[in-house]
């Protein structure tokens, strides 16, 4: 059987960051005509080179469809295979007491902090004025060294409900995507080991409880 690379080391390849042996190893895998890896390859090439435009850039249609369909994989995964809580809740905007007078219904804005090795997670989600999106704000710092950001690491953003966006974090380690709201928000990030940080949230601005888990890449 062909073995495959995976998303993170492709990720390297494109970044650089790979050993010459390992990426003589790559290269040959490309070589042997692996349609997979050479659609991955393809895919992160293009994460790169978002990453370098502005950051109101606007990812191509096939892109997307691309990042959907890994989405809908990851998903079904999921279902499969109970996974092991790695997420720690450091800060929630929603589990602050009330002032007094303050309204308990759905607030406009929330403001998270989150630990999940090896990202420490600043998030903000922003309800818009037309009630039909909301504006997710986040950066990725390391958790070992704080001051050090996250920078060029890809984000799955979903509403399951079938909106799905595929975006990744700038030089400052930050992102900024708008988002269809069903209610419920779903966050991903590659945590590297062939594992994935998944932050769910449901009911996102309205009463909720959060949870997070590590999700093991299933792909072969």
Same mark, same amino acid.
Request: proline share 4%; hydrophobic share 35%; net charge negative.
């Given at each position: 059987?062909m073995?495959?690379? =995976?998303?993170?080391?492709?990720?390297?390849?494109?970044?650089?960051?790979?050993?010459?042996?390992? *990426?003589?190893?790559?290269?040959?895998?490309?070589?042997? %005509? $692996?349609? %997979? $890896? =050479?659609?991955?390859l393809?895919?992160?090439? %293009?994460v790169?080179h978002?990453?370098? @435009?502005?950051?109101?850039?606007?990812?191509?249609?096939?892109?997307?469809?691309?990042?959907k369909?890994?989405?809908?994989? +990851?998903?079904l995964?999921?279902k *499969?295979?109970r996974?092991?809580s =790695?997420?720690?809740?450091?800060?929630?905007?929603?589990?602050q007491p009330?002032?007094?007078?303050?309204?308990? +219904?759905?607030?406009?804005a929330?403001?998270m902090l989150?630990?999940?090795?090896?990202?420490? !997670?600043?998030?903000? !989600?922003?309800? *818009?004025?037309?009630?039909t999106?909301?504006?997710? @704000?986040?950066q990725l710092?390391?958790?070992?060294? +704080?001051?050090? /950001?996250? =920078?060029? /690491?890809?984000?799955?953003?979903?509403?399951?409900?079938g #909106?799905?966006?595929?975006?990744?974090?700038?030089?400052? #380690?930050?992102?900024?995507?708008?988002?269809?709201?069903t #209610?419920?928000?779903?966050?991903?990030f590659?945590?590297g080991?062939?594992?994935? /940080?998944?932050?769910?949230? %449901?009911?996102?601005l309205g009463?909720?409880?959060?949870g997070g888990?590590?999700?093991?890449?299933?792909?072969s």
């Amino acid at each position: 059987m062909m073995k495959h690379f =995976s998303a993170e080391e492709w990720i390297d390849f494109v970044n650089e960051v790979v050993s010459p042996k390992k *990426q003589q190893e790559m290269e040959k895998h490309l070589s042997d %005509r $692996c349609k %997979r $890896c =050479s659609k991955t390859l393809s895919l992160w090439q %293009r994460v790169q080179h978002a990453a370098k @435009t502005e950051g109101n850039y606007q990812p191509p249609n096939d892109l997307v469809r691309i990042a959907k369909a890994a989405f809908i994989e +990851s998903l079904l995964a999921m279902k *499969q295979k109970r996974a092991d809580s =790695s997420v720690e809740v450091l800060f929630d905007s929603f589990l602050q007491p009330a002032f007094e007078g303050a309204r308990s +219904s759905n607030t406009e804005a929330r403001q998270m902090l989150y630990r999940a090795d090896p990202f420490q !997670i600043d998030l903000q !989600i922003e309800a *818009q004025p037309n009630a039909t999106s909301i504006v997710v @704000t986040g950066q990725l710092f390391n958790v070992d060294h +704080s001051e050090i /950001v996250e =920078s060029k /690491v890809p984000v799955i953003l979903s509403n399951l409900r079938g #909106g799905v966006i595929l975006t990744v974090t700038n030089q400052n #380690g930050e992102f900024r995507e708008t988002i269809e709201t069903t #209610g419920d928000l779903e966050l991903i990030f590659p945590a590297g080991n062939d594992k994935h /940080v998944v932050i769910m949230l %449901r009911d996102a601005l309205g009463k909720t409880q959060e949870g997070g888990h590590v999700d093991q890449d299933h792909s072969s």
